[in-house]
């Protein structure tokens, strides 16, 4: 089973949200209706919440953890996502916050009380080093991460795509078996 209880904790998972058998959910996590969680992916809400909106999804090998709260850091870092987020492959995401309809491009890595707002593309590769805040509407690229450029029209509306997409795969994996 892909879905764990840590202490008093149980993932709440809305309705036509998909786990791969693969996947590990872990604790305090929520996820909104229509998200999906595919191959391999960890999203491990012991230490903190996890929170992710609908219709967001969570790709292969992605790694979803948070922050324990400390006396100086009473909240800690939790894992915060909007709706319609593409997180894609092997993603490294640790207690940050990230607005609805952003693209996290594969293999990224976003730290700590990185807070990245809405309509946000992060090219593949990049890293968002803890507490900087990523402007809604702009293409970041780069190890620390820059802002390149405005994202094009077609680019915010690929954000939104990419999630609809994803949600029209996920509704595959969870028809039934055909029959012969
Ligand atoms: C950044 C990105 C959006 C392309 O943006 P673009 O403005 O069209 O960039 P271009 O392809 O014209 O490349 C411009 C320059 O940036 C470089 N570049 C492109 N992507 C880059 C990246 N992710 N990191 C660093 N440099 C990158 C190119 O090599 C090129 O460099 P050059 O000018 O020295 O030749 C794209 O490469 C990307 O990373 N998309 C995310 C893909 C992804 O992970 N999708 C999810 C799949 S599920």
């Not at 992710?52 to 100086?72: E, F, R, W, Y």
Request: include cysteine; proline fraction near 6%; charge should be neutral.
């Amino acid at each position: 089973m892909p879905i764990t209880r840590y202490l008093d904790t149980q993932p709440v998972l809305g309705a036509g949200v998909y786990l791969h058998d693969s996947a590990q959910v872990i604790g305090d996590v929520t996820l909104g209706d229509d998200c999906s969680v595919w191959c391999n992916a960890v999203l491990r809400g012991d230490v903190n919440r996890i929170r992710i909106g609908s219709m967001t999804n969570i790709q292969d090998l992605a790694m979803c953890h948070v922050s324990h709260k400390t006396p100086a850091k009473p909240e800690g870092s939790p894992l915060i996502i909007g709706d319609r987020v593409t997180i894609a492959h092997a993603v490294i995401l640790h207690g940050c916050k990230i607005g609805n309809e952003c693209l996290i491009g594969m293999g990224c890595i976003v730290m700590d009380d990185v807070v990245i707002e809405d309509r946000v593309m992060l090219g593949a590769g990049s890293l968002v080093p803890p507490g900087k805040r990523l402007d809604g509407g702009w293409l970041y690229v780069g190890r620390p991460a820059q802002p390149v450029r405005r994202l094009t029209a077609a680019e915010l509306e690929h954000l939104r795509y990419s999630a609809e997409h994803y949600v029209r795969v996920k509704n595959n994996y969870l028809l039934p078996p055909q029959r012969d």
